[in-house]
């Protein structure tokens, strides 16, 4: 690894915790030692962690199933998290290395002034030499807590500070080309070049013993951040090593995804995977030709229909007839005021072109 490299580390549930939902010491002691030893050579390191829930539950649940409506969660997650950040600060103590909690939530991405606070927090933390330890904010972000996960949370960490490396530690090898569970001749796919669907057909919608992610969420999660640039792996978190193996491209450890050679603007990366969409608009072929190959602005002339309700500056998902995803951006005007039939409805300084990352 390059000393001047910022590398972000999301490790997820069943890798944090033991079968039982307690916090398994043991991985979290590991992935520090790597971590601090990444720290020695001179890289900078941000953990995403997950985990709050299931440890919260192991706290107060009493060995009962674990609840499934969003107050319980929120709640559980206030009593896991700062048993979580005890545990990580027990960990990174043994090297005499502090560590810093950063609560994100959707809000955090989806408006320009707090993506820009966070991302100064977090370089600030990078700066006093602490290791930013980033989990999302479970106990007032109940959306999060039923449809996301911390896979999609650590891409877009990655792409906020400008990473060189995305590291998803998980309980499984990598990506396989099939289901071990179901087929004993299953092998690990050592790189990924392009993100396709049969790919994402292979990944399936399988989930570990616990947490919201799955690989379907990480082949999302990088495709986000190679998109944005940055390089991706998703390898075993119980294995000697883990993350100092990936860095230093150990044989057979993990799954590489290739990062594009052009990466986008942090203005432009906020717009395309940060930026909550409030609208739909679906263009015709025309406007589909100016958009992908001639990168030019949407003309309202392009536009077929519009969905949602949305005001200038709102971001936009722009489909195709098909209703393929095509481009995202920034509307220009509001949705429920009349436009020229030539004004432009989203200018491509305000445009991402997205259709060959799908």
């Given at each position: 690894m ?14 944090v ?11 979290l ?6 971590v601090?030893e990444?720290?020695a ?7 995403v ?7 919260g539950?192991a ?25 979580l950040?005890?545990a ?7 090297s005499?290395?502090?560590v810093?909690?950063?609560l994100?939530a959707?809000?955090?991405?989806a408006?320009?002034?707090?993506y820009l ?5 977090i ?11 980033i989990?999302?904010?479970?106990a007032?972000a109940?959306e ?34 099939a289901d ?5 001749t ?9 993100i396709?669907r ?15 992610g ?28 883990p993350?100092l193996a ?7 450890v ?6 594009r050679?052009?990466?986008?603007s942090a ?26 190959h001639?990168?030019?602005?949407l ?16 971001a ?5 007839e ?8 920034l ?9 020229p039939?030539?004004e ?15």
């Open positions: 390059a000393t001047t490299e910022t590398v972000v580390v999301k490790i997820g549930t069943s890798s915790t033991t079968a039982t939902g307690q916090i398994d010491h043991e991985v002691n590991w992935l520090a030692r790597d601090c990444l720290r050579q001179g890289g900078r390191v941000v953990l962690t997950s985990g709050a829930i299931t440890a539950w706290e107060v649940g009493a060995q009962r199933p674990r609840p499934s409506d969003a107050v319980t969660l929120q709640a559980v997650s206030a009593v896991g998290q700062p048993l950040m005890q990580w600060r027990r960990a990174f103590s043994a005499d290395v502090s810093g909690q950063v994100l959707p809000l955090d991405f408006h320009r002034a707090q606070h966070a991302r100064g927090t370089n600030a933390l990078l700066d006093l030499g602490v290791v930013p330890i989990n999302e904010n479970d007032v109940d999060e807590i039923r449809y996301g996960d911390n896979d999609r949370l650590a891409a877009l960490v990655a792409n906020l500070v400008a990473a060189q490396l995305l590291v998803l530690l998980t309980d499984t090898a990598g990506l396989l080309t071990p569970a179901l087929d004993p299953a092998s690990l796919i050592e790189e990924v070049v392009a396709d049969g790919l994402e057909a292979l990944a399936g919608l399988s989930h570990g013993r616990v947490g919201s799955g690989m379907s969420s990480k082949l999302a999660a990088a495709r986000i951040a190679t998109w944005s640039g940055v390089e991706t792996v998703i390898a075993p978190a119980r294995c000697e090593r993350l990936v860095t230093e491209r150990t044989a057979g993990g799954t590489r995804f290739v990062a050679t052009e990466r986008l203005r432009k990366a906020w717009i395309a995977f940060a930026a909550a969409s409030r609208g739909r608009v679906v263009i015709n072929e025309g406007a589909v030709s100016a958009l992908v001639s990168g030019r602005s003309l309202s002339v392009g536009v077929l229909s519009s969905s949602g309700s949305f005001v200038d500056g709102d936009l998902d722009i489909v195709d098909a209703g393929a995803l095509v481009a995202k951006g509307a220009r005007f509001s949705s429920d005021a009349s436009s039939f030539d432009v409805y989203v200018h491509r300084d305000d445009l991402v072109v997205l259709q060959s990352a799908q």
